[in-house]
């Protein structure tokens, strides 16, 4: 033998094959969708098989872009992507890049061109969306008067906000002359006046939905000074108008979700609102009314006649503070005056003299003190508690 290659040698050279044909890099192939799974990854598996064959395809998460509509067991498609090699099994799939429906390839072409173009002039830019009034009393919408689209309309504004004014533009969406039908409508509605406008329909092929991808369309939704919301199809179809629109809603109903408000949620709203206020209002009122008392107890114990009871209370009590300051000193004056009379009173001469003492006077009035003042003979005058004496000096003796 030549060699001998293990299986992981072989599945990666025929993967090095496959990576190196020009060819198998970028390939469209039309078939029918079968085996259909979207993963919980985000990636798409699915087989594509016509009368004599069948290969095995898949979408990955980060080529979803690709894919403008749901896939279907069923569905014809055109698919593009490049042949690689799983080397894990040791077969071969179609690496999806995108997924056109059979027949449609142009269509889709002439969508992204478009969509090019009035992407690169600014008519989608976000500084031009409009907003959505939180409160529409009046909604005007552009559909034909009869489908699932107004009917859902209308049963969602009922549910919501019955007194909201619906005002429908009978519009022809689909086939001839439903681009001007269309652009007719919006026109009519921004000049009457509704505060918002509705513009869609319901699902269908991208042949279906294609007035809504005319360039017409797209600058008379440019244009309107009414904000509007672009309601187109399913929640996977995306048409130009949702892109210039102010709004893009998935559905017609998600529309009349979006452009009317719930009065019950609203009224439930105002209610809470009101009861928060009421109570914020109390809090505001008692706290005033306290501060109210407190400016008033100033107020009172500032007043003329607070401030003059205030001074003869203090005046009052002064005056009997002074008086008991008067007793206390004339009491204490007194028992001063009574103890020092007493010792004056046991100093007394008078008292003295009730004592068996006589007051001696010379003949002058002088008092004799000593008896170096006396001589024999002299007459003294005795001074007695009850009376007087004149007396004559016998004899002096000197101790």
Partial sequence: ?????????????????????????????????????????????????????????????????????????????????????????????????????????????????LKASLEEMGMFAPEYKKPIPAFAARVGIVTASTGAAIRDIVNVTTRRNPYVQLVLYPAKVQG??????????????????????????????????????EESVARAIFECETPLISAVGHETDFTIADFVADLRAPTPSAAAELAVPDVT???????????????LMMQRVTAARVRCREQELKLKLRSPGALLRERRMRTEECRAAMERAMKDRLRDRKDRLKSGAERLMLLSPLKRLTGGFAYVTSEDGGAVRSVERLEAGQT??????????????????KE
């Fill in 1 to 113: 033998m030549a060699g001998v290659y293990s299986v992981s040698q072989v599945n990666a050279y025929l993967g090095s094959l496959f990576r190196e044909d020009y060819l198998l890099r970028r390939v469209r192939v039309r078939g029918e969708v079968s085996n259909l799974k979207y993963h919980s990854s985000g990636h798409i598996f699915f087989t594509l098989k016509d009368e004599g064959a069948a290969l095995s395809a898949v979408m990955f998460s980060g080529q979803r872009n690709g894919l403008a509509f749901r896939l279907e067991d069923g569905m014809r498609v055109v698919a593009e992507g490049a042949v690689e090699v799983y080397e894990r099994n040791g077969s071969y799939r179609l690496s999806t890049f995108s997924v056109t429906r059979d027949g449609q390839g142009s269509l889709y072409e002439a969508f992204l061109k």
């Fill in 176 to 213: 001839k002359g439903a681009a001007e039908s269309i652009c007719r409508g919006i026109r009519a509605l921004d000049s009457y006046g509704v505060d918002v406008i509705i513009a869609g329909r319901g699902g269908g092929s991208i042949e279906d939905l294609w007035a809504f991808n």
């Fill in 265 to 279: 949620a609203f009224l439930s709203d105002l209610s809470a609102r009101e009861n928060r206020l009421r109570a």
């Fill in 380 to 397: 003294v005058n005795l001074r007695f508690s009850d009376g007087s004496a004149r007396a004559s000096v016998l004899e002096i003796r």
